[in-house]
């Protein structure tokens, strides 16, 4: 029984996880991003300095990968690229005004879906989930460490 009822939890995190995609990738319509193009442009929005290389590592994707979507996201407007002043072989990456749209767009679509997922319930029972989801994370961390 209780492998059972593992496997359901298991499973309810995979449902979790897929409504969450679905989710925003609903919301990104309106955006004219992607959704792998969303978080790329969201991480560049948190983190204005960041290195193709350190984007590549956030994201879990090839460096390879984080150029291809970054040359769309250019040719669509949403970021350009500007030589450092300090050394004419780095190229930054920053975000236009139409990306920065999209990003203040995208937090507030984040704001709705979170009170939308939680809808219902008590501040005490967010808490108890909080606790038990840090430690799900933490075992699975640990989990795949070990792999």
Do not use: W
Request: net charge neutral; with cysteine; proline share 2%.
């Amino acid at each position: 029984m209780k492998r059972e009822q593992e496997h359901r939890l298991v499973n309810l995190l995979f449902v979790t996880d897929k409504n969450l995609k679905r989710t925003i990738e609903k919301r990104a319509e309106g955006t004219g991003v992607y959704r792998s193009q969303h978080r790329l442009l969201m991480i560049l929005g948190r983190n204005p300095d960041i290195s193709q290389t350190m984007l590549a590592e956030k994201l879990e994707i090839s460096p390879a990968a984080v150029t291809v979507s970054l040359k769309k996201l250019e040719k669509s407007g949403y970021i350009a690229r500007q030589c450092s002043e300090e050394d004419n072989r780095i190229n930054r990456v920053v975000i236009t005004p139409k990306g920065q749209d999209v990003i203040e767009q995208s937090i507030n679509y984040f704001r709705e879906m979170d009170y939308a997922f939680f809808e219902g319930f008590s501040e005490e029972e967010k808490n108890l989930l909080e606790n038990m989801l840090e430690r799900v994370a933490t075992n699975s961390e640990k989990y795949y460490q070990m792999l």
